[in-house]
């Protein structure tokens, strides 16, 4: 069984950047395909970004596209998310989690594997 920890989230002024990791225990991470979510007070829990265990296809939400970037460390077991030029509508719980993903359309919606416990990003002045 895969366990996720994310760590890195904090307050951060609009503008400012933020990089977020998530590590992994147990199994490696090196079969799986990795999601970053969020989830802001009153929303419903969006997919943010993705990279695959194959070959690091990203994916990215429209809403961050350019501004962030996924990546992996399969030697640490480690997926991070460098977040840049966060404005306050980037505030929420980021989540990181396994595939496999549902997908609305193209855009990614939920995740069926592991997840983790979060960890709170706020972007305020």
């Known amino acids: 069984q895969v366990q996720l920890v994310e760590s890195g989230g904090g307050l951060v002024q609009p503008g400012g950047s933020l990089r977020i990791s998530c590590a992994a225990s147990g199994p490696t991470l090196d079969y799986h395909d990795i999601g970053w979510f969020r989830q802001a007070p009153g929303k419903e829990r969006e997919g943010v970004s993705s990279?695959?265990?194959?070959?690091?296809?990203?994916y990215y939400a429209d809403a961050v596209k350019g501004r962030f970037a996924i990546s992996r460390d399969n030697a640490k077991n480690m997926v991070y998310l460098q977040m840049n030029s966060l404005e306050p509508e980037d505030t929420a719980v980021y989540y990181c989690?396994?595939?496999?993903?549902?997908?609305?359309?193209?855009?990614?919606?939920?995740?069926?594997?592991?997840w983790g416990q979060g960890t709170q990003v706020t972007v305020s002045s």
């Open positions: 990279i695959s265990s194959s070959d690091g296809t990203t």
């Open positions: 989690a396994t595939d496999p993903f549902i997908y609305d359309g193209r855009h990614l919606v939920d995740a069926k594997g592991y």
